[in-house]
Nanobody, 125 residues
Framework: QVQLVESGGGLVQAGGSLRLSCAASGRTFISYAMGWFLQAPGKEREFVAAISLRDGRIYYVDSVKCRFTISRYNAENTVYLQMNSLKPEDTAVYYC??????????????????WGQGTQVTVSS
C-alpha cells in the first residue's frame, strides 16, 4: 500500500523559509514522478512543482520559480520542497503526490494517483 507522509509545515513570517519533506513507501518509485500541490482556503488544489524520480527533471509553476526548489533523495524515496521568500499568499495546505511517469514523457502536472495527508503552511505578514 502506497503511503506519502509530509512534514515540515508551520508558521513563518513573510520573507522566511520552510522546507517540506515527503517520504514515500509501499512500492518502488524509480519510475514515478512526485509533486507538490497547494490548496488555499476556499480555493481548488493547485500544482506547485514536480520532479521525475526517473531522471530528475523538474517543472515549476511560474509563481514559485526562483523562490521554491524541489529536490529528491531517491535512496529513501523522499522529495523536498525548499520554500524561500515566503509570502502571505503562499499560505495553504501543501500536499505531496505521486504517479507513474511513462518513459520519454514530460514531468506530469496532473492525474496524480497517490496523495499525502497535507501539511499546513501559514505565512504571516
Amino acid at each position: 500500500q502506497v503511503q506519502l507522509v509530509e512534514s515540515g509545515g508551520g508558521l513563518v513570517q513573510a520573507g522566511g523559509s520552510l522546507r517540506l519533506s515527503c517520504a514515500a513507501s509501499g512500492r518502488t518509485f524509480i519510475s514515478y514522478a512526485m509533486g507538490w500541490f497547494l490548496q488555499a482556503p476556499g480555493k481548488e488544489r493547485e500544482f506547485v512543482a514536480a520532479i521525475s524520480l526517473r531522471d530528475g527533471r523538474i517543472y515549476y509553476v511560474d509563481s514559485v520559480k526562483c523562490r521554491f526548489t524541489i529536490s529528491r533523495y531517491n535512496a529513501e524515496n523522499t522529495v523536498y520542497l525548499q520554500m524561500n521568500s515566503l509570502k502571505p499568499e503562499d499560505t495553504a495546505v501543501y500536499y505531496c503526490a505521486a504517479r507513474f511517469q511513462p518513459p520519454g514523457t514530460i514531468v506530469p502536472r496532473t492525474r496524480y494517483d497517490y496523495w499525502g495527508q497535507g501539511t499546513q503552511v501559514t505565512v504571516s505578514s
